[in-house]
DNA sequence: ATAATATATGAATCATGTTTCATGTTTATT
DNA sequence: AATAAACATGAAACATGATTCATATATTAT
């Protein structure tokens, strides 16, 4: 299930990479409503009417976003985690690469969060399909004895809630990466909230 | 400061009242750019040039909005944690009563939510005035000695994060109470990575 | 080289929505 | 009761932007 024409030559595949580049960009500087389809060719370097040859309309171009930021997310923090030695340090990882990957898409950071007034079904199978890894991971954790016996679906959304309003602080109003301290008292209190006794 | 004409007699009055509450429904509902000053003059039973004559466009009766929810949240969860006997009751209060808040106002948590695309320095002030508040809060439990000497402005966003998500996953997504257990869960936690040792 | 397919163009077509304004009605003041 | 100030109306002016389409060019297959 794809939200565009795949292009079946070599210079279509540009063309729709273009596109796709042209309007990251301009959503994360202007949102969506204010971003026009004038702006996206524009940047893009092609004609109005050439959108349409890749996608059916405005929204889908949103909603290909999404998927692609998911997908590149998501993978970039299952690898940096996929050697931690246990819960503890997967979890300082997984934070690190997160930080790390809104500091380089912070226009995709606000993308997603646009998504719920964009597409609210894709928002929310965006967030459901995160939190289900993160669950997953942490009953493992539980089973093996590493943390403590907790609602698995709670801690996954509160520690997404952590990163987001921690990132949207530093890394999205500041522009700045988390300061140090913080940034360690922060894993203090997550590690110190679910080691067990 | 304030966002909209003030009017000189009760009819007036009643009139913006009419207007601010029907934006505050279709907003909630169909979202900021999806709202035409038709759909909330209709609502409100009035003709669209009335619109004009207490708000100078579009964008000012949303912020209207944004500061009186802003006013009344915070309002709300000092009066409910005013008579807390430590910092750990305070949370636990002041947690039940944001849920509390959002299940009678979602309308009003999407509006928030929003503002970051329609007016992004009223959403960084929304969310700082709560910060403020917060850390004021919490560094005066250090003080006192009830909670572990953390960074405090990263616990009120981390905090403040929790809300957020774990209130999206079940109130605003599933449209019930956070169940019990959850609520325990996350207040243990919480409890547990802020108590000292 | 020719036909078939894919890609590109941009002006025209729709569709919508914000804001203004000339005019009329209601309320407060004297 | 007369006058001024507030309030209300809705059609017109103004502005914008998504989408379509007839036409043209480029690429691939035969």
Avoid: C
Avoid at 77 to 93: G, L, Y
Avoid at 105 to 119: G, M, N, P, R, T
């Amino acid at each position: 299930m794809s939200y565009y024409n795949e292009p079946k030559t070599e210079r279509g595949q540009e063309t729709l990479n273009s596109l796709l580049k042209a309007a990251e960009e301009i959503f994360g500087e202007k949102g969506y409503y204010n971003t026009s389809i004038i702006d996206i060719t524009q940047r893009a370097g092609v004609a109005q009417g050439t959108f349409y040859i890749y996608f059916p309309n405005k929204k889908a171009i949103f909603q290909a976003l999404i998927l692609d930021l998911s997908h590149t997310l998501r993978k970039e923090i299952a690898i940096s985690i996929k050697n931690a030695k246990n819960r503890m340090e997967a979890e300082r990882t997984g934070f690190r690469t997160f930080f790390s990957f809104i500091n380089r898409h912070s226009d995709l950071y606000k993308i997603v969060w646009e998504a719920q007034f964009v597409d609210p079904d894709l928002f929310r199978a965006y967030y459901q399909k995160i939190a289900k890894g993160y669950s997953d991971g942490l009953a493992n954790a539980i089973k093996k004895g590493e943390i403590k016996d907790l609602d698995t679906e709670m801690l996954a959304y509160s520690l997404i809630g952590i990163a987001n309003f921690v990132g949207l602080r530093w890394i999205i109003w500041e522009k700045t990466q988390v300061p140090e301290k913080a940034f360690d008292d922060m894993m203090a209190f997550i590690t110190s909230g679910m080691k067990k006794h």
